[in-house]
């Protein structure tokens, strides 16, 4: 079974910039979450989503948004980045019962702004 | 505020000899824990969890105890091999939804 696909693995933007990032679940997974992962502020919950609707939310900014498609493919979106935007996100994917327990990680994309 | 605490950024542990990795939470809502093991430019990758109606589970050489009086849980790692070298994080969530609050990470280097 594939694991979870990042794309793409990274990243250079300029600030002020938006940016896309792409993850791909492993199959039959429905839910998908992002993370962000900084050495000040270790890995952070930025959203969850769960049969195309979004379930749960962390403390970022609106600069901060995704969506997921009826295949469970999720994208991220950063709008007007800024250098401290610089970091590991992270896409996450877990079964489809809403209780699940662990969730699977993609190896990552790293973006730099510069 | 830091939801889930690892106080010990990292730890050194011989070849063969057992690897004891502690986190502690202050939410009383988490009930569901996890660990997970995160090399440089890799993605975490899952170990082992617990149920908050549990107080101990083991998988091979990664055993994780929890004690929810004090709202701390631990992983123990016997033995010790320098494969296992790498981050350790602690995770917890409530058990709706796959909102992972994450600890800071031990840096663990096992010594051959």
């Known amino acids: 079974k594939a694991g979870v696909t990042q794309t793409p693995r990274y990243l250079i933007k300029t600030r002020g910039q938006q940016v896309t990032l792409s993850c791909s679940p492993i199959s039959g997974h429905r839910s998908v979450s992002w993370y962000q992962q900084t050495p000040g502020q270790g890995l952070q919950f930025l959203f969850e989503y769960f049969s195309e609707t979004q379930r749960n939310k962390g403390n970022f900014p609106g600069r901060f948004s995704g969506r997921q498609f009826s295949n469970s493919r999720s994208e991220m979106n950063v709008s007007t980045l800024e250098l401290g935007d610089s970091a590991l996100y992270l896409c996450a994917s877990g079964p489809s019962d809403q209780f699940s327990t662990e969730a699977f990680f993609g190896q990552g994309t790293r973006l730099t702004v510069v | 505020d830091q939801q889930v605490k690892q106080n010990s950024p990292s730890l050194s542990v011989q070849e063969g000899r057992i690897s004891i990795l502690n986190c502690d939470y202050t939410?009383?809502?988490?009930?569901?824990f996890l660990w997970y093991k995160k090399y440089p430019a890799e993605g975490p990758t899952f170990l082992i969890s617990?149920?908050?109606?549990?107080d101990k589970n083991e998988d091979g050489r990664f055993t994780v105890f929890l004690n929810k009086s004090a709202k701390h849980l631990s992983l123990h790692i016997v033995p010790s091999q320098p494969g296992d070298s790498a981050v350790y994080f602690c995770?917890?969530?409530?058990?709706?939804?796959?909102?992972?609050?994450f600890g800071p990470g031990t840096r663990l280097s096992v010594l051959p």
């Open positions: 617990i149920s908050s109606i549990k």
């Open positions: 995770a917890a969530k409530q058990s709706y939804g796959q909102n992972f609050v």
């Open positions: 939410n009383s809502m988490f009930d569901y």
